[in-house]
């Protein structure tokens, strides 16, 4: 097995697909050619002079697009769970190297590769794929609501769960660095804290939910994914009910969450309207009931003609 240098592994990678006759076995989690030419064409040149083309990719929504692109010269991507290996090989070369096909791994990145010298060490390879990448493989990729989180702004997705899960017509729409939400008649601001990695909300409370926010809160804001806090206005402010999510994400920006991740914020979100909702029905009805007045039953006096 002879080590590669990082300029030297997409050449070895372009001489096993130019010179594959029968087979060609690509593992790679991750794919984007948009900025590399050279091996889309390889690849497709390939599978038009009829070499078979095993082609695994990682299995996630996440990753859609690298199979998509896959797809698109024609090759049947295999899905795969959980893949993080990365080699390539033909009848006769294999390489086994940290670099996935992405045009960025390719120009960016100090990666490290290793050439398959002798067939035994071929043969080893063939075996590994065997024993550990197809019987990972699926057969169905991701259901079509995970594609749809994963390739959807969030804003949307966000929006039309929120109509959905509330009942409410919805919207959600970024302005001066903020997202603002109006569902079930609440105002509500969502913030990120791009140093921490958390999402802070807050919904707009009259003067009268929030004289009684202390006596309601807790039958229906419960600490769990965000923890809440009162905020008193004044001078011009609101007062507000906030919560801070507890977890830290993955990521500063939305868009780039993982499905699940992005789900679980959109649920959250929607039942931290949905209580507050709950919270502010509550407050009402117990202004209400504090303002009645019990009501006074008057006989009439009867005047007897004897009188």
């Not at 929504?61 to 893949?83: C, F, H, K, M, Y």
């Not at 390879?125 to 991701?142: C, Q």
């Not at 997202?179 to 707009?204: E, G, P, Q, R």
């Not at 926010?213 to 001078?235: A, D, M």
Request: include cysteine; hydrophobic fraction near 35%.
């Amino acid at each position: 097995m002879k080590i590669l240098q990082p300029h030297r592994i997409s050449t070895e990678i372009l001489d096993i697909i130019y010179e594959a006759k029968q087979y060609l076995i690509i593992v790679s989690p991750y794919v984007n050619f948009k900025y590399w030419e050279s091996i889309a064409s390889a690849l497709s040149n390939a599978n038009k002079r009829g070499v078979r083309i095993d082609f695994f990719v990682r299995n996630e929504p996440d990753n859609s697009a690298s199979w998509e692109q896959v797809e698109s010269l024609g090759i049947i991507p295999r899905l795969v769970s959980n893949l993080h290996a990365k080699f390539y090989f033909n009848e006769k070369n294999g390489v086994i190297s940290s670099m996935n096909l992405l045009s960025s791994s390719n120009s960016n990145s100090i990666e490290i590769g290793c050439k398959l010298e002798t067939m035994e060490e071929l043969d080893e390879l063939k075996r590994f794929v065997k024993d550990y990448v197809t019987t990972n493989e699926v057969k169905e990729k991701p259901s079509e609501d995970d594609l749809y989180v994963s390739k959807e702004k969030f804003l949307t997705v966000l929006e039309n769960y929120l109509s959905n899960d509330t009942k409410s017509r919805s919207s959600a729409y970024f302005k001066n660095g903020a997202i603002h939400i109006k569902a079930c008649s609440n105002s509500i601001t969502m913030t990120m804290d791009k140093v921490k990695n958390k999402v802070y909300l807050d919904a707009i409370l009259s003067q009268d939910e929030a004289e009684m926010y202390n006596s309601e809160q807790s039958k229906y804001l419960t600490p769990g994914y965000f923890v809440y806090q009162f905020n008193k206005g004044g001078n011009g402010y609101h007062n507000t009910v906030g919560a801070w999510s507890q977890a830290r994400l993955s990521n500063s920006y939305l868009e780039n969450l993982r499905v699940e991740e992005k789900k679980q914020l959109i649920y959250e979100i929607s039942e931290f309207v949905k209580n507050v909702t709950k919270l502010k029905d509550a407050c009402y009805a117990a202004y209400k009931a504090s303002k009645a007045k019990p009501s006074l039953e008057i006989n009439p006096i009867k005047i007897s003609s004897e009188d």
